[in-house]
Nanobody, 115 residues
């Protein structure tokens, strides 16, 4: 089992920045990709960005150039730096980790961007 705990969400004005963190614990050996997903009001959950254990990254088109995902393997933590936030970025953000063909999820953290 892998436990994921997110932090860093909150309320921010449009154009502002937030940094999300996700700490993994438990059976963290051989965690491969980690990433961030989000689910806005009335929408399906969607990929925001992910990063492999080797550091390869992938971003949704809507956040490319504004968000940066990074990972500290020694601390078993993944980060999402979000800049130039827009009202459409408002969502619950979930951390995910893939290990042994199982995807684990965090409990989610709310990000609200006011216009």
């Amino acid at each position: 089992q892998v436990q994921l705990v997110e932090s860093g969400g909150g309320l921010v004005q449009a154009g502002g920045s937030l940094r999300l963190s996700c700490a993994a614990s438990g059976s963290i050996f051989s965690i491969n990709a980690m990433g961030w997903y989000r689910q806005g009001p009335g929408k399906q959950r969607e990929l925001v960005a992910d990063i492999t254990s080797g550091g390869s990254t992938n971003y949704a088109a809507s956040v490319k150039g504004r968000f940066t995902i990074s990972r500290n393997n020694a601390k078993n933590t993944v980060y999402l730096q979000m800049n130039s936030l827009k009202s459409e970025d408002t969502a619950v953000y979930y951390c995910a980790a893939d290990r042994a063909f199982i995807r684990y999820w965090g409990q989610g953290t709310q990000v609200t961007v006011s216009s």
